[in-house]
C-alpha cells in the first residue's frame, strides 16, 4: 500500500478522521516516532493520551500498540485527558516524549497527532521534523491486545487527570478562590478540560461540561462568535463576574468581563503580563507570535522587558522558554505560557492566573484591562477567518509577499513584515495581517484598529481588496 506523505503543521498533524487520519496513517506516525526514539535514546518512554473527539482511544490505542511493538514503553493515560495534562505527565513522569490524540480547536471531523518533549512543552520544530522525515509509506499494525503490552511490561496505565489536579493544588489557594466575590462560570466547550474546573471550583457555573465528540456540531475555539451562550449567561447573572472558555484540549483560553464582553488573547496577554511583573515582582523576557498586537511592545517597553517575536506556533516559543528566562509566551489564538508552570499552553492555568490576580485585588476583569490600557491606550482586534480553496488562499499570499497590494481601500500602509505571513502597519496607528492556516483550507486576516467600528472597517476593505 502506497499513501500520501504526512507532514506536520504549526502545531502536530490533523487530517480528517476516515479520510486521511486512519487507523493506518496513525500507525505509520507511530512507526516514525519509534524509530526516532530508538535512534536517539536507549529504552525510550513516551506518555499517549487523548481528547474527547470521535475514536479518540482507538487512536491512541493504535500509537501505544505501535510504540510498544517497537521497543518504546508506553504510559498511557485512562480516559480522555488535556494537551496541558500530557506535558506535565511527560516532564514529572520523566518520559522522552508524548504524544496526545488531538485536533485542538478543529471543527469535529478533524482529529490530530502532537508530540510534546521532555521539558512538559511541544517538541522543538528540528525533532517534529526529525520524526517526520521517518514515517514510512508502509506499516504493520500490531495485532496484539493492550494487555499483551501490559503483561510484558511495555504498557503501564497512569492517571493524569489527577496529577494535573494535585499539582494546581499546590499552585493555587483554592480555599480563597473559592470564597472570591467575582463568581466564576467555565466553558468547556465540550473539551478536555472540563473535569478540572468542576473538581477545583465546585461553586463555578458550569457550561458544556459534558462528553460530547462532535461538539454539538461547533468547532471547539474560544472565540466570542462560538462563546455567546457565556456571554449571555454572564449579562444576564449579575453575580457572575468572569468567564472561563478553553478549547478542545484545553491549552488555549478566552475570557469575558462582568458584562459579558469578550477579553481576547491579546488583553491576556497585557494582563499577565501586568500581574506578574508589577502585582508579583517577576522579570524576564516576553515571547509573542508575529500576528500578537504591538501594544505588548508598549507594555514592555514601560516596563523595561525585552521582547522577542517568533514565527507562529507555540513551538517556537516553547523552545525560548526553555532555553531562556521568559516571564510570558503567548499566541493571538489564546494560547498562552507563564513562568513558573510548565513552557506549554495551558487555558485553564492562564485562567486561574487571572482569576487570582482579580480576587487579590478585588477590581474585575474590566477595571483590571483598564489599567493596562491607561499605559497602552485602547485598542480593538479581530480576526476573520474565510473559507476559500487552497490555491485561491495561497494566490492571495504570493500576491501579498511579492508587494502586489498597495492599500485596502482608504487604509494606507507605511511598514510590511513577513516574519510568518504578510503584516501591514497602517498609517493609523493600527495594523493589519494576511495568512494562510497550515491546517485547514482558511486564511486568516487580523486586523487592530482603534474603535470596533474601525477594525471591522479595515477587515471589510481587506476582504474586497483581496477578493
Known sequence: MTTDKIKFGTDGWRAI???????YNVARVAKGQADWLNSKFENPTVVVGHDCRFAGQLFAETVTKVLCDNGVKVLLSKGFISTPMISLGVLHLKAQQGVVITASHNPPSYNGYKLKG???????????????????EEVSVPSQSLAFFEEKGMLQYVNLEDMYVDYLKEKFDFDALSKSPFKLAYDAMFGAGQNVIRRLLPNAVLLHCEDNPGFHGQAPEPLDKNLQELSKTIAFTPELKIGLATDGDADRIGLYDEDGKFVDAHNIILLLIHYLHKYKGMTGKVAIAFSVTDRVKKLCEHYGLPVEVTAI???????????????????????????????????????????????KSGKTLKELCEEVYAIVGHFVYERNDLTIPNDK???????????????????????????????????NGGWMMLRASGTEPVLRIYAEGNSKEETLDILEAVKEEIL
Open 313 to 359: 506556533g507555540f513551538k517556537y516559543i516553547s523552545e525560548i522558554m526553555v532555553n531562556e528566562d521568559v516571564l510570558v509566551g503567548g499566541e493571538e489564538s489564546g494560547g498562552i505560557a507563564i513562568k513558573g508552570h510548565i513552557p506549554e499552553r495551558d487555558g485553564i492555568f492562564d485562567g486561574l492566573v487571572l482569576y487570582e490576580f482579580m480576587t
Open 118 to 136: 521532555a521539558h512538559g512543552g511541544p517538541s522543538s520544530p528540528k525533532d517534529i521534523a526529525a520524526v517526520e522525515a521517518m514515517i514510512p
Open 393 to 427: 488562499k495561497l494566490a492571495i499570499i504570493q500576491e501579498a509577499e511579492s508587494g502586489g497590494y498597495t492599500h485596502f481601500g482608504k487604509y494606507q500602509f507605511s511598514n510590511v513584515e513577513t516574519i510568518d505571513g504578510v503584516k501591514y502597519h497602517l498609517n
Open 17 to 23: 478522521i476516515a479520510l486521511d487520519f486512519t487507523v
